[in-house]
C-alpha cells in the first residue's frame, strides 16, 4: 500500500518554512562558554568535529546528554554518517553501532561518542574490536553521573538527587586492560593533542577518556507534559550574566 501511495506524494513545497528556520537559528544561535580549567562537554564534541571534519567520520552516539549535544554540535552534512538511536532511550546502544559501522565501512573513520554511564552497559563490546583489530574511536565523555537524570532533577525536582551520581573507573586504562589504547583528557587545552595521538592509532580501537563539568545541563528542554511554550531555552547561571553585561 505504501509503494502505491509513493506515486501519489509530490514533494511538499518547504521554503517559507526553511526560510522561518533560518530566521530563528540567526536570532538564538546554539552555543556554549568554555570557561575555566575543567572542559565542557560542548567543547570537547566541538573540536573534535573541528578535527576530523576534512575525514568524513561515521559518528555513533550512546543515549543522554552527550547525544543531545552531539547532535547540536556535530555538523552533518552527508546521510548516514550519524547513527544514533533517537528518543528510544537505548543505554548502550553506541558502542555496538560503531562496531557494525567500523566493520561495514572498514575504509571510513568511525567515532563513537559516548557518556560514562551509557559506556559502562555495553563496554565488554572494545573485546570484540579488539579480537578484530577495529580502528574505531571511543570517546567517553565523563560527567561522573548519569546526566540527563540528573538535570531532570536539578531543574524540575527541587534538586533532590537520587541514584545519580557515579563512581566511575579511569576509562583509559580499563581500554588498556582490554587491550586498546587509551588516553585521558583533563583540562580544555589538552584535547587537541589527545585527540590526535588517538587518531593515530590504526591497528586497534582507541579510547579518549574526557572528564567534563559535572554540573552542566543541556538545552533547550522543557517539562515533560507541559506544552512547547514553556521551553527553557538557556541555562539560567548565563542568562543572569548576559543581563547583567547589558545593564
Not at 90 to 111: E, K, N
Not at 214 to 225: D, F, I, L, S
Request: proline share 6%; hydrophobic share 40%; glycine share 8%.
Amino acid at each position: 500500500m505504501l509503494q502505491q501511495l509513493l506515486p501519489l506524494v509530490g514533494a511538499p513545497d518547504t521554503a517559507d518554512w526553511w526560510k522561518e528556520i533560518e530566521a530563528w537559528k540567526a536570532k538564538a544561535p546554539l552555543q556554549y562558554r568554555q570557561e575555566g580549567d575543567v572542559i565542557f562537554p560542548q567543547f570537547a564534541i566541538d573540536r573534535l568535529w573541528r578535527l576530523t571534519r576534512g575525514l568524513r567520520p561515521i559518528v555513533t552516539t550512546d543515549v543522554g546528554q552527550h547525544q543531545m549535544w552531539a547532535a547540536q554540535f556535530w555538523k552533518c552534512d552527508e546521510p548516514g554518517t550519524f547513527i544514533t538511536s533517537g528518543g528510544l532511550g537505548t543505554m548502550g546502544f553506541g558502542l555496538p553501532a560503531a562496531l557494525g559501522a567500523q566493520c561495514g565501512r572498514p575504509d571510513r573513520l568511525v567515532i563513537n561518542l559516548n557518556g560514562d554511564g551509557s559506556f559502562q552497559q555495553t563496554m565488554q563490546t572494545l573485546a570484540t574490536a579488539v579480537e578484530h583489530h577495529l580502528p574505531l574511536k571511543i570517546i567517553v565523555l565523563d560527567n561522573q553521573g548519569l546526566g540527563m537524570v540528573r538535570q531532570w532533577q536539578d531543574l524540575f525536582y527541587d534538586r533532590r538527587f537520587s541514584s545519580v551520581e557515579l563512581k566511575n573507573p579511569d576509562f583509559a586504562r580499563l581500554a588498556e586492560a582490554f587491550g586498546a589504547a587509551g588516553f585521558t583528557a583533563r583540562r580544555p587545552d589538552e584535547l587537541d593533542a589527545v585527540y590526535e595521538r588517538a587518531l593515530a592509532v590504526t591497528n586497534r580501537p582507541a579510547l579518549v577518556h574526557v572528564l567534563t563539568e559535572p554540573t552542566e545541563n543541556c538545552y533547550p528542554m522543557w517539562p515533560a507534559g507541559q506544552s512547547i511554550d514553556t521551553m527553557v531555552v538557556e541555562d539560567p547561571k548565563y542568562a543572569a550574566k548576559s543581563t547583567k553585561k547589558k545593564s
